[in-house]
T-cell receptor, first 115, second 112 residues
Framework: DTGVSQDPRHKITKRGQNVTFRCDPI?????LYWYRQTLGQGPEFLTY????????KSRLLSDRFSAERPKGSFSTLEIQRTEQGDSAMYLC?????????????FGPGTRLTVL | AQSVTQLGSHVSVSEGALVLLRCNYS??????LFWYVQYPNQGLQLLLK??????LVKGINGFEAEFKKSETSFHLTKPSAHMSDAAEYFC??????????FGKGTRLHILP
């Protein structure tokens, strides 16, 4: 068990460019979550997957954002036509089965800076 | 809807002193509550969670929290602060559909 990993850890991009982040959950974890954390705030839910199925998307997730988990293992989060307001830490978490008592394990995050 | 409120965005305590980080929750159903810690440039690590068993929950690194339904509180404590406890702490509650709802966080400063 190597924990949740995210790549890259840091990304600096210019406004209007597309970026893609990757998350590798703990192996055999069925659920995978994406959160966004801005400065001085707690993480906010973006979307989550049960295996390869994307079950819910937050209203925070505009149509410029898309997430996939094609084989039910790793996941990608893509942001198209980035804006300065997209600058944040993007956190990924995974859990074994979901449910209220199931622990979500977080990765180290990808810090995005849009210039 | 479920929510949590953390009182104090910054808390400073002397090394060796009691740590008390306050969290109040709002929930229309019995809540499941969590405390997470985030060290600089790192992800979140679970300190402890309340899942309706014992009201006094012991976590890692000497932290514990007590669920008080009458006060709708879930305050985090540690008897003696250590320099390594300096971090940001998030109280959180699980929503009806299993999403974590975080508070805004409390940054803990340890004074030598």
């Amino acid at each position: 068990d190597t924990g949740v990993s995210q790549d890259p850890r840091h990304k600096i991009t210019k406004r209007g460019q597309n970026v893609t982040f990757r998350c590798d959950p703990i192996s055999e974890h069925n659920r995978l979550y994406w959160y966004r954390q801005t400065l001085g705030q707690g993480p906010e839910f973006l979307t989550y997957f049960q295996n390869e199925a994307q079950l819910e998307k937050s209203r925070l997730l505009s149509d410029r954002f898309s997430a996939e988990r094609p084989k039910g293992s790793f996941s990608t989060l893509e942001i198209q036509r980035t804006e300065q307001g997209d600058s944040a830490m993007y956190l990924c978490a995974s859990s074994s089965a979901g449910g209220k008592t199931d622990t979500q394990y977080f990765g180290p995050g990808t810090r995005l800076t849009v210039l | 809807a479920q929510s949590v409120t953390q009182l104090g965005s910054h808390v400073s305590v002397s090394e060796g002193a009691l740590v008390l980080l306050r969290c109040n929750y709002s929930s229309s159903v019995p809540p499941y509550l969590f405390w997470y810690v985030q060290y600089p440039n790192q992800g979140l690590q679970l300190l402890l969670k309340y899942t309706s068993a014992a009201t006094l929950v012991k976590g890692i690194n000497g932290f514990e929290a007590e669920f008080k339904k009458s006060e709708t509180s879930f305050h985090l404590t540690k008897p003696s602060a250590h320099m390594s406890d300096a971090a940001e702490y998030f109280c959180a509650v699980i929503s009806r559909d299993d999403k974590i709802i975080f508070g805004k966080g409390t940054r803990l400063h340890i004074l030598p």
